[in-house]
């Protein structure tokens, strides 16, 4: 019965993508809703702001999802297309950010900070080596260890 229910409940969320696009903007070529399809997974939500406008039910990505379909009718590339959505929106309505001068730190930051974390925890096992650890043993702890050994 659980079992059921965990399966009924998955297959509800796995479609649930499905439900964003409406069939009213579906374009009526194939290939044009295939890009259309392959642009608004790269664009951003701007109102739920971590999903793509493909699988939002949000009215700006109604509307954005329609703004890409009439671009793409009207004979834009894809390049044209994501290029005029972000010079209506700005970067950050992409998911992936171009590499640019200005998203370097963006793209840059978790390479260096690896590279700094590695470097530092080689820093610091080189210090450890050398030195001992622990307290040197009493004379009578090394009494009774040698007397330990020889047996």
Known sequence: MIRQLFLALALFFAAAPAF???PDEVL???TLETRARTISAELRCMVCQN???DDSNADLARDLRLLVRK???????DKQVLDYIVSRYGEF????PRFTEKTLLL????????VVGGLALAVYARRR????????????????LSEILDK
């Open 20 to 22: 964003a696009v409406n």
């Open 28 to 30: 009526p070529d194939p």
């Open 51 to 53: 999903q793509s406008i």
């Open 71 to 77: 671009r793409l009718a009207d004979g834009d590339s």
């Open 93 to 96: 309505v992409l998911l992936k």
């Open 107 to 114: 793209w840059g930051a978790p390479i260096t900070l690896f």
């Open 129 to 144: 080596a050398g030195k001992p650890t622990g307290t040197r043993l009493t004379p009578e702890e090394e009494a009774r």
